[in-house]
């Protein structure tokens, strides 16, 4: 299972009151991407709920693709988020904090942690093929990603 499936949206029976609708928990499934990015939905959610939705909106669903919002796209561009929080040397539940504070969104520390674990055991075999390859430009860079993540 993808990390984007294990990533929630946060204080959804508030959101879901405010719409007055039930839509899924997951902050990937296709039913809470319809929800949460319709004109008359945004116009139901507090300021504050849809300043976060609109920002999630910008930094992951901006894409150009014909089968926009579901190419895939917006949950590479998050997987990157991750990544990119954990070079910056944040652990697991600095993570889940902070991706709760930028886009109301949650996931449990422990899933965070095995993605990470994932990640570098990715970065490890790319590097390992690399070098089995003779291309050591590959194998370096793979090397100082898995270093940034690990």
Known sequence: MAITDKI??????????????????SAFAGATLDMLFTGDSL???????R?????FAEDFLDCDCKSHPYCGCAERKFIRYLLELRAQGLGPDDIVHVMGDDY???AYSGDI???LDQAVRTLEAA???ADTENSGRSGELAAAKRELTG
């Open 8 to 25: 929630y949206v946060k204080n959804h029976r508030q959101l879901a009151s405010q719409l007055d609708t039930r839509f899924p928990k």
């Open 43 to 49: 116009a139901k959610l507090d300021s504050t709920t």
């Open 51 to 55: 300043d976060r939705v609109l920002d």
């Open 104 to 106: 109301m969104l949650y």
């Open 113 to 115: 942690l095995s993605f």
């Open 127 to 129: 590097e390992a093929l």
